[in-house]
């Protein structure tokens, strides 16, 4: 909602100058923790913005809380709702309503939320020390390790399923800078400033909350809950009330000392996180199996396939029981030659898993498990030489140039540890086994297996998983 909302609000000019959002400017985060004391933010006593290089700040807590706790407020006044924003900027001029349109009409009409935030966020740049959300911006990030940061250079290190999730984000950032053109509440030169628009597009997708489901498609940014790192064990949710107030609560008892965490997303997808937010989680437990060669049929999604569920486990190199299915559904069932005798084991199979019968579908898994795994192996093996193909590339390049790059690297890294311990599980496997005879049954028709070998996997964006 507009600042000029509530007479409650500290109103006074900012005095500090022009917002400096080079990538090398420092936060400024006291006059911040007073801005928000004055205009109204209450938290709870221990609870504290620490930082160990002067960039990365996070809300820990110094004294135990009970879980159930508010530790948060921050009243709807001070919070940037992408609804009120829609009525305060669309009342400014017309041409606002026609970048929404825009949006649309190119396919985005989903980010237009997001968009109304972002060009809240240039205008009030514009206005610089007079804007009431200046001690807020300046509070704000410069340096981004996303996607939307990423040089071309950096593109060519990615990984096939991170590179897509990686240029969706900068699709995102390009349709917004081509809509904003028919804006007339920025200035010309501000429209091209891509330093600028990448901070105000950065701003607005990591730090923006989204509603929870049922609570509608609002997306707000919330000064002091933002604040709030991503966790794989969580210990804060944040919530707003039917009046638009923010507020965060503890989920668990937190003991003093401790960082207060929220999940930015699915911890078993780190290279969506890494995408969006710029970090490598390592404490995600698995990654995805990036196989992006499979169709996304219904049927293809009732037997798992989905990248919360399709995991390769970091620790353990063990694979889901949705790899299992789906590449002996997708992959293995679907090129074996019919048999009069057995009958169509595909759709046995399927039958098998919507129904509930396990002991059909152990028969059935067991008969084609040689299959299965050297699928599943194929698919590995061709992945570890992308990997380190993709190593190759960064010999020699200097991290001041590509200062992504070490962040890139070891999300490659965490990739790289989960797939080799998967590679020697499988080899293992594989070297038991001895060969498709004995992986095929009498009943299920196994040994029919035409033992050919699996195309090379190719990935397609078209089939990438996202949330």
């Given at each position: 909602s507009s600042s000029s909302s509530s007479s409650s609000l500290n109103m006074e000019s900012c005095g500090f100058g022009k917002l400096d959002i080079d990538e090398n400017a420092p936060r400024s985060l006291p006059p911040f923790e007073s801005w928000c004391a004055e205009n109204g933010v209450q938290k709870m006593d221990g609870v504290e913005l620490y930082s160990e290089d002067g960039m990365d700040y996070q809300a820990v807590t110094t004294v135990d809380i009970p879980a159930g706790s508010t530790v948060m407020y921050i009243p709807a006044e001070l919070c940037l709702h992408s609804s009120s924003l829609e009525q305060e900027l669309c009342a400014m001029s017309p041409t606002v309503q026609q970048a929404a349109d825009q949006l649309t009409k190119i396919g985005s009409g989903n980010s237009i939320p997001d968009f109304y935030i972002f060009l809240k966020l240039l205008i009030e740049y514009e206005k610089e020390d007079q804007s009431f959300y200046f001690p807020y911006l300046d509070s704000f990030p410069r340096l981004y390790f996303n996607a939307a940061s990423m040089t071309d250079f950096c593109y060519e290190c990615l990984p096939p399923l991170v590179f897509s999730l990686s240029r969706m984000e900068r699709v995102k950032l390009e349709n917004f800078q081509q809509v904003l053109q028919k804006v007339d509440l920025v200035s010309a030169f501000n429209k091209q400033n891509m330093p600028l628009l990448k901070w105000a597009f950065n701003a607005v997708y990591t730090r923006a909350y989204a509603d929870k489901e049922g609570q509608g498609s609002d997306i707000t940014l919330t000064p002091m809950a933002d604040m709030f790192n991503h966790g794989t064990d969580t210990e804060v949710e944040?919530?707003?009330?039917?009046?638009?107030?923010?507020?965060?609560?503890?989920?668990?008892?937190?003991?003093?000392?401790?960082?207060?965490?929220?999940?930015?997303?699915?911890?078993?997808?780190?290279?969506?996180?890494?995408?969006?937010?710029?970090?490598?989680?390592?404490?995600?437990?698995?990654t995805f199996c990036k196989m992006m060669d499979i169709p996304k049929t219904p049927e293809n999604v009732?037997?798992?396939?989905?990248?919360?569920?399709?995991?390769?486990?970091?620790?353990?190199?063990?694979?889901?029981?949705?790899?299992?299915?789906?590449?002996?559904?997708?992959?293995?069932?679907?090129?074996?030659?019919?048999?009069?005798?057995?009958?169509?084991?595909?759709?046995?199979?399927?039958?098998?898993?919507?129904?509930?019968?396990?002991?059909?579908?152990?028969?059935?898994?067991?008969?084609?498990?040689?299959?299965?795994?050297?699928a599943i192996k194929r698919h590995v093996d061709t992945f570890m030489e992308q990997l380190i193909a993709l190593e190759g590339k960064s010999e020699g390049k200097s991290f001041e140039e590509h200062p992504r790059l070490p962040v890139i690297l070891h999300h490659n890294q965490f990739v790289k540890e989960t797939f080799s311990k998967v590679k020697q599980n499988l080899d293992g496997a594989v070297a038991e086994m001895g060969g498709p005879a004995n992986g095929g049954g009498d009943q299920w028709g196994g040994d029919e297996w035409n033992g050919g070998e699996w195309p090379a996997e190719e990935y397609n964006q078209e089939y990438a998983y996202m949330e």
């Open positions: 944040v919530y707003f009330d039917e009046g638009g107030n923010g507020m965060a609560y503890t989920t668990v008892d937190v003991p003093a000392n401790s960082p207060l965490r929220i999940s930015y997303g699915c911890p078993t997808n780190p290279s969506f996180l890494f995408a969006r937010y710029g970090f490598m989680d390592d404490t995600s437990p698995a009732d037997m798992g396939m989905d990248f919360s569920k399709m995991l390769f486990y970091h620790d353990t190199g063990d694979i889901s029981q949705e790899v299992m299915d789906v590449v002996l559904y997708a992959k293995v069932l679907a090129n074996i030659k019919y048999s009069p005798e057995v009958g169509d084991v595909k759709q046995q199979f399927y039958d098998a898993h919507m129904q509930g019968d396990e002991a059909t579908k152990a028969a059935i898994h067991e008969a084609y498990r040689f299959e299965t795994i050297s």
